[in-house]
């Protein structure tokens, strides 16, 4: 079954309850095992053009369609920020904790950006507010399975956010070859694994998600 496009209806009915942004909010990196988990943030207001040509979730495109999409989506969305959790954070941590503190550096960049954060609703993909926990004063937060599938702004988040962790661990790959970060971004493949259990981790691992020696 063909899968639509993601439009902004979602946005514009949020938009049309007095909300100044709508914050569309995706994670990426959640289940790597090296590399930091990273949190986008892509806000639009009602003053928002028509989408950039083939914007959809990022897990949906190539990384060259990704790529060629992610400046695009920065330009169209109102404003964008990325937030980063580090692996040595994922360990301490926890995941979900980290990615409440990852949305929350993201927000703070959009804040001074001089978006009014508070006035504004977050349209988070999922169905689990892990933002909210993270923060001290609550936002309207309004959850939605697939959003990154259905919903411009979260679609956008998540390009934008995907291509920046990426290159992340892309220039990681330069400096520790051996794990092959350039082609699978920290996640567990076999040859990264293999990898993993010749070399040992390295500082970028998430020792605590690993299954051998640390």
Not at 54 to 62: E, T
Not at 112 to 133: E, H, P
Not at 161 to 171: F, P, Q, W
Request: with cysteine; net charge neutral.
């Amino acid at each position: 079954m063909a899968v639509s496009d993601p439009t902004l209806e979602v946005e514009f009915d949020l938009l049309r309850t007095g909300a100044r942004f709508v914050i569309g909010c995706d994670e990426v990196g959640r289940g790597a095992l090296a590399g930091p988990v990273a949190v986008g943030f892509a806000a639009v207001n009602a003053s928002v053009l028509t989408m950039p040509a083939g914007l959809r979730d990022s897990k949906m495109l190539s990384e060259p369609r990704r790529e060629l999409l992610a400046p695009l989506a920065v330009a169209w969305a109102t404003y964008s920020a990325v937030g980063l959790a580090s692996a040595a954070e994922v360990d301490e941590l926890g995941i979900i904790a980290c990615l409440g503190l990852a949305g929350k550096r993201a927000l703070a960049e959009l804040y001074a950006q001089g978006v009014d954060v508070a006035g504004s609703i977050v349209l988070l993909d999922g169905s689990d507010d892990w933002l909210n926990k993270a923060l001290a004063t609550p936002l309207r937060v309004v959850t939605r399975i697939k959003a990154d599938r259905d919903c411009g702004s979260v679609a956008a988040a998540s390009v934008i956010a995907k291509v920046h962790r990426d290159r992340l661990m892309i220039a990681a790959h330069d400096d520790a070859p051996g794990y092959g970060w350039a082609s699978n971004k920290g996640y567990g493949s076999a040859a990264h694994m293999s990898a993993i259990e010749l070399l040992g981790p390295s500082p970028l691992h998430r020792k605590s998600w690993l299954k051998i020696a640390a």
